[in-house]
C-alpha cells in the first residue's frame, strides 16, 4: 500500500479543539482524518448529514410534526379516550376568544 500526504489548512483553534476530542477518545489527527476518508469511500458519500440552517428548522419542524401525528394515531386507538364533537369545540373556543376580549 503506497502512502500519500496531504496538507490542509485550517483555523488553528479548529485544529486543537479537534485534537483534544481526538485524543479523548484515543486518536490522534492522522487517525482520525484517515477514518472519515476511510467512511467517504466505503460509504461514497460525506458521513453526516450537511444542509442549510432553512434546510436543518424545516425537518426540526417536520420530526415535531410527525410526533404529534403519531401521538395523536395512538390517542385515537386507545379505547378510553374521550372524544369532543365539533360542536363542542367551537363553543370552547368562542368562549376562550370572548373571555380574552374582556380581559
Do not use: C
Not at 69 to 95: H, I, Q, Y
Amino acid at each position: 500500500m503506497a502512502i500519500s500526504r496531504i496538507s490542509v489548512n485550517i483555523d488553528e483553534d479548529v485544529k486543537q479543539n479537534a485534537q483534544r476530542i481526538f485524543s479523548e477518545i484515543g486518536l490522534d489527527m492522522t487517525t482520525a482524518i484517515d477514518s472519515f476518508l476511510r467512511t467517504v469511500v466505503r460509504e461514497e458519500r460525506i458521513p453526516y448529514d450537511l444542509r442549510t440552517e432553512r434546510a436543518y428548522r424545516e425537518s426540526v419542524h417536520q420530526a415535531y410534526i410527525n410526533d404529534e401525528l403519531d401521538k395523536s394515531l395512538l390517542e385515537a386507538a386507545d379505547a378510553n379516550t374521550e372524544w369532543t364533537s365539533r360542536d363542542e369545540m367551537k363553543e370552547r373556543l368562542a368562549r376562550r376568544r370572548e373571555a380574552r376580549s374582556h380581559a
